[in-house]
T-cell receptor, first 114, second 111 residues
Framework: DADVTQTPRNRITKTGKRIMLECSQT?????MYWYRQDPGLGLRLIYY???????NKGEISDGYSVSRQAQAKFSLSLESAIPNQTALYFC?????????????FGPGTRLTVL | KQEVTQIPAALSVPEGENLVLNCSFT??????LQWFRQDPGKGLTSLLL?????REQTSGRLNASLDKSSGRSTLYIAASQPGDSATYLC??????????FGTGTSLTVIP
């Protein structure tokens, strides 16, 4: 089983709809991140969370909200989707900052907003 | 704000060649640097992680170096193979707990 899973893997929706993307992890990491990837722009950080009670805005949080329901679950919501939110969305996890620590990524969710 | 740049944006080489991918960053106050591989439409696979106190890391045909003072990292791929074709991304973790990514180098290895 994958360590970091994302659902759905693909989603097509219409402008104005509310969308939730979900991320679950079995790695036991405290830190979780949401990124979006656009061609030519690389990955940009939307929100990150260090634990259930610690949520922080990233570089491009406008239009998005998140919920950390448990250590293992971190959801990203688009309250009213717009076409320029069409992108590939990734969830990632990261352990505490000690030792040899890597980010681990989920497989991504491809979101299309029409 | 940390800026991460990867040059070249695209690279095409014949099979068997050794090659170097470059990553530069503007703020040297980093905690670590990580190289990833991404296949089209897929997630990111971690290749190598270099802590800020390290100079290089090796895994198989891959060697990554880090010169924190000059804000540079390189990923060396030896004896390239068609299966190495992918986009390679570098990411730095700032002491402010955020990751910053480059836009990647798209590598094509021609059989």
């Amino acid at each position: 089983d994958a360590d970091v899973t994302q659902t759905p893997r693909n989603r097509i929706t219409k402008t104005g709809k509310r969308i939730m993307l979900e991320c679950s992890q079995t790695k036991g990491h405290d830190r979780m991140y949401w990124y979006r990837q656009d061609p030519g722009l690389g990955l940009r950080l939307i929100y990150y969370s260090f634990d259930v009670k610690d949520i922080n805005k990233g570089e491009i949080s406008d239009g998005y909200s998140v919920s950390r329901q448990a250590q293992a679950k971190f959801s990203l919501s688009l309250e009213s989707a717009i076409p320029n939110q069409t992108a590939l969305y990734f969830c990632a996890t990261f352990p505490a900052r000690s030792g040899y620590n890597e980010q681990f990524f989920g497989p991504g969710t491809r979101l299309t907003v029409l | 704000k940390q800026e991460v740049t990867q040059i070249p944006a695209a690279l095409s080489v014949p099979e068997g060649e050794n090659l170097v991918l470059n990553c530069s960053f503007t703020d040297s106050a980093i905690y670590n640097l990580q190289w990833f591989r991404q296949d089209p439409g897929k997630g990111l696979t971690s290749l190598l992680l270099i802590q800020s106190s390290q100079r290089e890391q090796t895994s198989g045909r891959l060697n990554a170096s880090l010169d924190k003072s000059s804000g540079r990292s390189t990923l060396y791929i030896a004896a390239s193979q068609p299966g190495d074709s992918a986009t390679y991304l570098c990411a730095v973790l700032n002491t402010g707990n955020q990751f910053y990514f480059g836009t990647g180098t798209s590598l094509t290895v021609i059989p």
